[in-house]
């Protein structure tokens, strides 16, 4: 988990998924979490989150069952979380609804964080909202997520460059993080985490609910029956 130190947030107490545990207890853990989860869905009170034409969408809009994923691109349990979610979602593509919202860990972009943890998070950000645009989010986002990593930024966007040429041309990456819309939308999403008072990433809320523990195939499957 992605944790950063919080500045004034008011709202819902919630608890987020710990991925530094041995194999054995990690998955014994998850799965008394996944069982609570479920027994009690109806004492949970789920939380608004508003649905952009513009998020990363994934999977049946009309499905009973709708995951929320607040992300950065530079966090490492967002990057496994990515892997995860890209290999077990295309069994439920029918029976899901994925929206991808954007909660980089940076100051530049959100007010609640106090230190620069991922100094590219905002400009990555931006960019898969430019990528979104085209319909081309998720191109962007399996490029970034598996494709890359904080080393290949450190030069300049020209590894990006080559990984995206599917999604950007020419001076595409230039507008795009100058683009103050792209800006716009990266800070409503930042708001909105902040309004459900996310306190680091990956953050997952099922139906409005935020969920405490890894979501893997078992326990998504559960969840969906």
């Known amino acids: 988990l992605c944790r950063f130190s919080i500045l004034a947030l008011t709202g819902l107490s919630l608890a987020l998924p710990s991925f530094i545990v041995s194999r054995d207890q990690g998955f014994e853990k998850n799965q008394v979490a996944v069982q609570d989860f479920i027994k009690n869905w109806d004492q949970i009170s789920p939380v608004e989150i508003p649905v952009s034409s513009v998020d990363g969408t994934w999977g049946n809009k009309e499905a009973q069952v709708k995951v929320v994923v607040f992300s950065d691109f530079q966090c490492p349990f967002c990057r496994k979380t990515a892997f995860q979610l890209h290999t077990l979602l295309p069994s439920y593509k029918d029976r899901i609804y994925l929206v991808f919202k954007h909660f980089p860990l940076n100051p530049n972009c959100n007010p609640a964080v106090e230190h620069n943890m991922h100094p590219y998070a ?41 990984e995206t040429s599917g999604v950007f041309r020419d001076r595409e990456i230039e507008n795009c993080l100058a683009s103050e819309e792209a800006k716009n939308q990266v800070a409503s999403d930042v708001e909105t985490g902040l309004e ?27 969840i969906i029956n």
């Open 122 to 162: 905002c400009s990555l950000a931006q960019l898969a909202v430019c990528a979104a645009k085209k319909n081309l989010f998720w191109e962007f986002h399996d490029a970034v997520f598996l494709k890359m990593n904080d080393e290949d930024f450190v030069s300049g966007w020209d590894k990006l460059r080559n």
């Open 196 to 222: 459900v008072s996310i306190e680091g990433t990956p953050a997952i809320f099922i139906n409005g609910r935020p969920v405490s523990f890894f979501l893997d195939a078992q326990s998504l499957g559960e």
